[in-house]
């Protein structure tokens, strides 16, 4: 089918909103971004219309089932026209609908088939991320260990009844872009720099006039009041509350006054003395990011390591020499009252400090680059540029987030379903606080996956075997604790809402899914943002939720 793309205008309209969340690098990164769904299940599909919408660049679904009444009953991207035809080609084609600059594809086989087949032994290595639903026990760890040995990160998903999971299985995921919640500004006015106290020194606030002094930026106050501060305090700055409070004291002095001596309203002046306590956090390296330096990964740098691996480690070592101890400056200045051009000045500042820090990191780059045995283009002899795309943009942003550097690393399924390496204690912590914790639902979960295993069904599926399925599930779940020697304690209650469920996939629980789901995939491809490590339960009854590490 040919399509014709969006231009790049409409396109920044369209993904508008996205945009401002991930940028354009993170918007390039998901159209890029070829995506696996497996089974194209009620939560399945909604899993891919959150992904297709904002513009994924192509999915896959493999499917081998024909449509039945009960896919109909709960899925909204089939109907009951399509009844007995592939499940498959009918969700990948009513599913592209949603979004022209996508592309789709089905394959209608099972998993089984294709892990089996030697003439496509590489089917799934294509993919970004494969989204695995409504898979049997023995063939998802078949299939989690297949992905896991190719490093492609798997995304189990399920609905089950008023219950939901997710289970992320990635060796290693590298964030730069963690876009924390809250963060400090990087103003380094503890340690300012040559630049910085320059600009600062040549703001005389006492000869300023009126209007100047009302439209000072409020970094250049705290900068000079601080000075005098230290000047009268053995060069020490304001460490707890009272000196805070007095340091404020000392702002607040510092304002206009008109002829009656009454304070003249500055609200540069008020941003500086609400400014006090974050401005004044001493600059120092989070432990996150330590724990990036100290990973093993950082210190052997090799031919085979990523960008992400050979960035960190130059950073490591510029904080180590020319940093003194701080990561490379940010670059940014927040909003403030100040008349355009001394913002702008201001602002400049710090840019040029962090283009120079980070053109040293660069530099550092290319010699790691030399060291380890790659290849190179040379424009002259001094520079060297490397062939395998560790760009200078790329080493700017990382330079720019290096205080929000994440490593994620989630264990195999292969490991979590062996009793002896499960994390027991994890586990029955959960379990001693059923009434509080969502964790119990993932204990049911595995009894359900068992009782599958021995009756290659799903409990309450049949009415008629609701009561006899309620005894075998509660013996399946007692097996799943004994194997982890841990007592038989759930209540009965659990059980017989677990056989009620009847293994029914609600479509407002897999829409929640689907909704869920998708944002750890987008933080997936395009690096972005902190994905779960690595299980989320959603407890759809309370509306609440938890995330486990298993």
Same mark, same amino acid.
């Given at each position: ?28 990164? /998901? ?90 032994? !590489? ?11 409504? /898979? ?35 060796? +290693? ?49 705290? &900068? ?99 940093? +003194? ?17 001394? &913002? ?5 500042? &710090? ?5 120079? +820090? ?11 680059? /030399? ?92 009415? !008629? ?40 996939? /609600? ?44």
């Amino acid at each position: 089918m040919s399509q014709v793309k969006k231009s790049g205008l409409d396109k920044n309209n369209k993904y508008d909103r996205q945009l401002r969340l991930w940028g354009d690098h993170g918007q390039a990164a /998901l159209e890029q971004a070829r995506v696996c769904l497996i089974n194209a299940s009620a939560t399945g599909t909604e899993i891919l219309k959150n992904l297709i919408l904002p513009g994924i660049g192509a999915f896959t679904i493999v499917d081998g089932h024909k449509i039945t009444g009960e896919d109909v009953g709960n899925n909204f991207f089939l109907d009951k026209d399509s009844i007995g035809k592939s499940r498959a080609q009918v969700a990948m084609t009513n599913l592209q609908e949603l979004n022209e600059d996508v592309s789709g594809d089905f394959v209608e086989e099972s998993v089984e088939q294709l892990l089996e087949k030697l003439d496509n032994p !590489d089917f799934f290595l294509t993919f970004s991320c494969v989204i695995a639903t409504d /898979l049997a026990e023995k063939t998802l760890l078949s299939l989690a260990n297949y992905l896991w040995d190719h490093n492609i990160p798997l995304l189990v998903c399920r609905s089950y009844g008023m219950i939901g999971y997710l289970r992320l299985a990635v060796k +290693e995921h590298t964030v730069i872009e963690s876009h924390p919640d809250s963060a400090f500004e990087d103003l380094r006015l503890d340690r300012p720099f040559p630049g910085l106290v320059d600009y600062c020194c040549s703001q005389n606030l006492e000869s300023m006039s009126k209007k100047d002094h009302s439209h000072t930026p409020w970094l250049v106050i705290l &900068y000079q009041y601080l000075n005098k501060w230290k000047n009268e305090h053995g060069g020490r700055a304001p460490q707890n509350y009272r000196e805070k409070t007095a340091f404020k004291e000392l702002l607040h002095n510092g304002k206009l006054r008109n002829e009656y001596g009454v304070e003249e309203e500055e609200e540069n002046w008020d941003e500086a003395i609400k400014a006090v306590n974050t401005a004044l956090v001493s600059t120092k390296i989070p432990d996150e990011v330590k724990q990036v330096f100290n990973d093993e990964s950082c210190s052997n740098i090799h031919p085979d390591s990523s960008p992400f691996w050979i960035v960190a480690r130059a950073i490591k070592e510029f904080v180590e020499k020319e940093g +003194e101890g701080a990561l490379p400056l940010r670059g940014s200045i927040p909003d403030m009252t100040a008349d355009s051009e001394r &913002y702008v000045q201001l602002q400049g500042v &710090y840019r040029c400090q962090a283009a120079q +820090e980070a053109a040293i990191v660069t530099d550092k780059v290319h010699h790691i680059l /030399l060291r380890i045995g790659k290849d190179f283009q040379s424009t002259d002899s001094t520079l060297t540029i490397p062939l395998d795309q560790i760009s200078e943009n790329y080493i700017k942003m990382f330079c720019k987030n290096a205080a929000f550097l994440r490593v994620v690393r989630c264990r195999p399924l292969s490991e979590e379903h062996n009793p002896q390496l499960a994390k027991v204690a994890d586990i029955a912590m959960h379990l001693e606080d059923c009434e509080n914790s969502d964790g119990i639902f993932y204990v049911l979960m595995r009894g359900v996956d068992r009782f599958h295993v021995e009756y290659n069904r799903y409990p309450g599926y049949y009415e !008629d075997q609701v009561e006899t399925d309620v005894s075998n599930l509660k013996s399946c779940v007692y097996k799943v604790l004994q194997e982890w020697g841990l007592p038989p304690n759930i209540k009965d209650d659990y059980i017989h809402e677990i056989c009620r469920y009847g293994a029914s996939e /609600l479509h407002s629980v897999a829409a929640f899914i689907g909704g869920v789901a998708a944002q750890e995939v987008i933080k997936i491809v395009t690096e972005q943002f902190i994905p779960i490590k690595n299980t989320f339960i959603y407890n759809a009854m309370k509306q609440t939720s938890c995330t486990l590490d298993l």
